[in-house]
């Protein structure tokens, strides 16, 4: 069987900015077609370093904040992990559709085809995405992307568990004549592309603006004024917002976030808030034809309200909104950093090696890294049972390390990480002794 390519540094650089060429990402199978998106990681990590970089040197520049920065990469973290189980329903659903209906075979090594599909990809994720923001049902899955009230490089990480199980039907029309592998291809590009516009550092780029989704484009996508909603749905070209209605350019400032924000960084709340309302509504709404238009009609619809729902509706923006960000120790927030990286790097071991590792390992490391996500998450909120989860949390971490389950990057810190783990877990232990004593106390 033909295994998946690696990048060059030249193809990890330009993939990011749809700069592929024909020749170079073009394949006979879709084994043999790169894993784009695993390979970005460092491509990634080194964009955001230089966002926060010039952030810091520019007085007006973007300031990231720690809190935000770790539900947006929680949630990043939390999407891939069904992965892990099956393939990605795109391809999967792709293949079907391509080994028993298809209308055509297109060749695998023209230009043509990898151009069709291209475009074919772009404006599939438009109507993707639009339809996401249209329907209600769709737009519980979708809200976890615009619930950050910041705009940077690792909001583009933000991502929904559940959305990848309903986009994958908007592609098969090109399953009828484009091969799978060129499709493996620009469902990539199409999605790494959209990493780097997710930034307030540029600000316009001339005539390109015309043409590309570009960072003005897609900041007005994530903003809250009302002059934002419903807006810029593009991919990789603006031309089909231009083309179908939804084009809206940037003008006043822009208000990031969730029409109502949900104030908390806890990723489960974060990723599945949204479906409890959506029920709570579906069940309170009077009569079949009601229940059926809260599920799909647009979130801001009402009875009696157009579908989409009324744009006066929306808060007005007054300038002076702030997000959300309680107050926490410095020390604290250094922890929570330092445990997310060393979480970073099982679950980037993970997905590695889970070819190689048994499902047992599998499952209980993806239960792990469930875990630690949440955990992590109480600490940010400052929730009242924070300390017992994390407590929890250090101890099976230091079984994992003592069975051979985790193993650093670099194994000169397997002592340092295996003794900050230890020390963790007696402070959070002394924490829950002391939470206890004081409930004893109030309730005497």
């Known amino acids: 069987m033909a295994q998946a390519k690696n990048v060059t540094v030249s193809q990890g650089v330009r ?9 170079e990402s073009s394949f006979a199978t ?7 998106v695993s390979q970005a990681t460092p491509y990634f990590t080194g964009l955001i370093i230089l966002e926060i970089v010039l952030g810091w040197l520019k007085k007006d520049g973007p300031r990231i904040k720690i809190n935000d920065f770790i539900t947006s990469l ?18 999967s659903a792709y293949i079907y559709v391509w080994n028993n209906f298809r209308l055509l075979e297109l060749p695998w090594d023209s230009a043509w085809t990898w151009w069709l599909a291209f475009l074919g990809v772009d404006m599939g994720y438009y ?18 992307h615009h619930s950050s009230e910041y705009y940077n490089l690792s909001t583009a990480l933000r991502q929904s568990v559940t959305q990848q199980f309903s986009s994958w039907a908007f592609y098969l029309p090109l399953a009828l004549m484009v091969p799978p592998s060129v499709f493996a291809v620009h469902i990539q590009l199409n999605l790494l592309y959209q990493f780097w516009i997710h930034t307030e550092l540029v600000k316009d780029l001339g005539p390109l603006e015309w043409i590309l989704n570009t960072p003005s484009h ?18 990789i070209l603006i031309i089909w917002d231009r083309m179908f209605g939804t084009f809206a350019p940037e003008s006043d400032h822009v208000v990031y976030g969730l029409v109502h924000p949900i104030s908390t960084f806890e990723i489960w709340t974060v990723e599945f808030l949204y479906y409890p309302y959506l029920w709570q509504r579906f069940w309170e709404a009077e009569g079949i034809s009601n229940k059926l238009s809260v599920i799909f009609k647009g979130p801001g619809w009402t009875p009696g309200k157009p579908r989409l729902g009324d744009i006066a509706d929306i808060p007005q923006i007054t300038g002076e909104e ?5 107050t926490w120790s410095p020390a604290m927030q250094a922890y929570v950093l330092v445990q997310f990286f060393l979480l970073l790097d099982v679950y980037n071991n993970l997905l590695m090696d889970q070819t190689i590792l048994s499902e047992m390992t599998v499952l209980l490391l993806t239960a792990y890294v469930l875990l630690s996500l949440t955990s992590l998450g109480f600490l940010i909120d400052q929730r009242a049972n924070a300390a017992e989860m994390e407590m929890l949390r ?13 193993k650093p990057l670099v194994p000169l810190l397997a002592f340092p990480i295996e003794a900050f783990v230890l020390i963790s877990a007696v402070y959070w232990s002394l924490q829950c002794v002391n939470q206890r004593i004081n409930r004893m106390k109030k309730e005497n």
């Not at 993939?15 to 020749?23: G, R, Y």
């Open 394 to 406: 250090c101890v099976l971490t230091m079984a994992l390390l003592r069975f051979g389950y985790i």
């Open 218 to 235: 897609h900041r007005v996508h994530h903003g809250r004024n009302p002059y934002c909603i419903d807006k810029n749905y593009a991919g």
């Open 74 to 91: 929680s949630a990043g973290v939390m999407s891939r992990l069904p992965q892990l189980m099956m393939r990605s329903l795109e391809l």
């Open 322 to 326: 702030m997000p959300y960000n309680p």
């Open 127 to 144: 109507w993707v995405h639009r339809f996401a923001h249209e329907l209600n049902i769709l737009w519980a899955a979708h809200q976890v």
């Open 15 to 23: 993939m990011l900015f749809s700069l592929m060429t024909p020749n």
């Open 30 to 36: 879709v084994q043999e077609v790169p894993t784009y």
